[in-house]
């Protein structure tokens, strides 16, 4: 089951987690790895390949009022993208460090995407009313499945580059 058919939920955005399909983490890694960041992590939906390496797990933040759904792809469209990226990062010029990521960013056949989703309020407040959704838990989720992989985490809609070597 996804987060998508949760009516306390509402999708927010999707980030990606690039990496070399050969560092694909065993599913019980990934979960006490997430479940190091916070104890009230709550872990649900957990499925794994024949080699028990993470396909897909659900994961609720209740303090920061947020969820994540993160799916493992693999294939050619992981490399398209990741050459996609590669090349908008070019144009875009940066830090010294960005040549690494060129060069790391090229060799990704796979990817975790990690869909955000926002705990809605119950009984439905305002439009106006403050936003409740803290960003913490998705910052610390896509910063261990980034070292877990030694990959790199993206925001695809700016196409910037999150985790920090």
């Not at 060129?102 to 439009?127: G, I, M, S, T």
């Not at 838990?137 to 261990?144: D, E, F, I, M, Q």
Request: aromatic residues 6%; negative net charge.
């Amino acid at each position: 089951m996804s987060m998508f058919e949760d009516r306390r939920y509402r999708w927010r955005e999707t980030y990606l987690v690039l990496f070399r399909s050969s560092r694909r983490p065993k599913l019980k890694k990934v979960q006490e790895t997430l479940s190091a960041l916070n104890k009230n992590y709550q872990l649900l939906n957990l499925a794994a390949d024949k080699q028990g390496r993470l396909e897909s797990l659900s994961l609720i933040s209740p303090d920061d009022f947020a969820a994540m759904d993160i799916c493992y792809v693999s294939g050619a469209e992981v490399l398209e993208q990741a050459a996609s990226l590669a090349q908008d990062l070019r144009l875009a010029g940066g830090d010294e460090n960005l040549q690494d990521y060129l060069k790391r960013l090229v060799q990704c056949d796979a990817r975790f995407d990690v869909l955000h989703f926002e705990q809605l309020p119950d009984p439905p407040e305002d439009e106006d009313e403050e936003e409740l959704l803290d960003p913490s838990a998705l910052l610390l989720v896509l910063g261990a499945l980034a070292k877990l992989t030694d990959g790199i985490a993206v925001d695809p809609q700016s196409g910037t580059i999150i985790n920090e070597r």
